[in-house]
């Protein structure tokens, strides 16, 4: 993607005015869409990004400078360019690029665009047709493919030399129910970091049902009761919680500005006994896993909370130099026309003792959340706001009838504090998550939990 010597000439040119470290993120990726609305394919997209990023470093202070030009003259004009921010006396740094072989954790076999389009166009069309025929009251189905191939090379000025590919897949799954003046939809997304043997192999069928189950059984809910309860939050995607709350205040972008409730808090209890937590970037094909981040550091299995105690942050290179702490791995960007910065990958707590049936016996009047749907956090106080897409009330430790319109609204650190209740069925969910580096696939994931006090917005009654 980028000759070895011509890494080396632009590292060099970068480090001119007195910078410690510069960095060459090259980004060649291609990618596909297809949109089917109503069973009829409505939008065809393919196309490719090409560029090439670069960093460059002075103690704590960062520059970013990226083009889509990649000659040798362009990449050395663009890196003096960018150096100019920096004042100083050039440290005669000596640059030896070393070509490092990856430990490849994430087996690709089928790539994308070995796949006729026809094909993808059959797995939307079996979505569409098992979710329409769920029910007459689904009025509409919406359904999306996407897919890339994205290949990179990152090279630095501490001799890292080093290239990578991460292939990815996604099918999203929309249905709308629809009685008289009332509309309600609810959607799924399965997808997967690896080959479409993964596509090929998923249930498209089920998905696509409970899809459809879930947006009719919300037409028909009761409006959710406004108050504190008792709240029960399923597995899977119910870890957005925990990513969104506490998560993102973990992220040493937040922690070293003092940005973050967690700030200086390492080996504080911070979270109930019963709750451990981890971000795992090493899970085998799973949504937001890499070989090694966007910086060029393995990923690894981060402890962040060990039985209720703050254990670790996340942290990327800047971050490190910030806050004197070792990288973690953590430093991800959408794509070259970001610098990176600490982020999550597959962030989840860790499965407890309790059975799932056991959490509801023991809830006599509450809330069961069990889709959710997406929220904002202000990551300095942790307050945060999320809406249940699909829930039910609790009912004499029986789940009871669906409700809909509920919030669940609190402050992350309290709502750690509060779980009482952890089970032993953890399962991951995948997303899209935005920050200042873009946006970037994630996992997040948990097993059932129950909070025993959360404030729940709504405006039905008890």
């Avoid at 799932?356 to 809830?363: K, L, Q, V």
């Avoid at 970037?440 to 404030?455: A, H």
Wanted: aromatic share 8%; hydrophobic share 35%.
């Amino acid at each position: 993607m980028l000759q070895q010597s011509i890494a080396e000439k632009v590292i060099y040119a970068a480090l001119e005015t007195g910078g410690d470290f510069a960095e060459i993120f090259v980004e060649d990726k291609k990618n596909s869409s297809l949109t089917m609305l109503g069973g009829v394919v409505e939008k065809a997209i393919s196309g490719r990004d090409f560029g090439v990023g670069i960093r460059i470093l002075k103690g704590e202070y960062s520059v970013y400078a990226y083009t889509n030009d990649a000659s040798e003259d362009n990449l050395i004009k663009v890196a003096r360019s960018a150096a100019q921010s920096i004042r100083s006396n050039p440290l005669g740094l000596s640059i030896d690029l070393r070509k490092s072989v990856i430990d490849n954790k994430h087996e690709i076999i089928v790539l994308p665009n070995t796949i006729e389009k026809n094909r993808k166009v059959e797995w939307m069309r079996r979505a569409h047709e098992a979710a329409k025929g769920y029910d007459p009251v689904i009025a509409q189905t919406s359904i999306f493919y996407l897919d890339n191939i994205q290949d990179i090379l990152i090279a630095n000025s501490e001799g890292l030399f080093m290239e990578d590919r991460r292939v990815y897949s996604r099918l999203g799954i929309s249905a709308m129910a629809e009685s008289g003046n009332e509309k309600e939809s609810a959607f799924m997304g399965p997808g997967y970091f690896g080959g479409l043997e993964y596509m090929q192999n998923l249930d498209i069928e089920a998905y696509a049902k409970d899809v459809a189950r879930s947006a009719k059984t919300i037409l028909f809910a009761d409006h959710a009761p406004s108050g504190n309860f008792p709240v029960v939050i399923d597995n899977a995607f119910g870890g957005v919680i925990f990513h969104e709350a506490c998560g993102h205040g973990l992220e040493s972008h937040a922690v070293s500005r003092g940005a973050s409730i967690f700030a200086d808090k390492l080996g504080e209890s911070v979270a109930s006994p019963l709750v451990t937590a981890y971000d795992d970037g090493t899970i085998p094909n799973t949504w937001g896993s890499v070989n090694f981040d966007d910086e060029g550091m393995p990923t690894q299995k981060n402890l962040l909370i060990e039985n209720g105690v703050l254990k670790g942050y996340l942290i990327d290179k800047l971050g490190s130099r910030k806050m004197n702490m070792a990288t973690t791995g953590s430093g991800r960007r959408q794509s070259y026309l970001y610098a990176p910065t600490s982020r999550m990958n597959n962030t989840y707590i860790a499965p407890g003792d309790s059975k799932p049936e056991d959490i509801i016996a023991n809830t006599e009047l509450g809330i069961y959340a069990k889709h959710l749907d997406g929220g904002s956090v202000n990551p300095a106080t942790s307050d945060y706001n999320f809406s249940i897409s699909e829930g039910y009330m609790i009912r004499d430790g029986k789940i009871a009838e669906p409700i809909k319109g509920a919030a669940l609204i609190g402050k992350g650190i309290d709502t750690l504090k509060k779980i009482d209740m952890v089970g032993n069925n953890l399962e991951l969910g995948l997303g899209i998550c935005g920050a200042s580096s873009g946006n970037i696939p994630v996992t997040v994931g948990q097993p059932m939990i129950r909070v025993s006090e959360l404030t729940v917005g709504g405006r039905g009654g008890n």
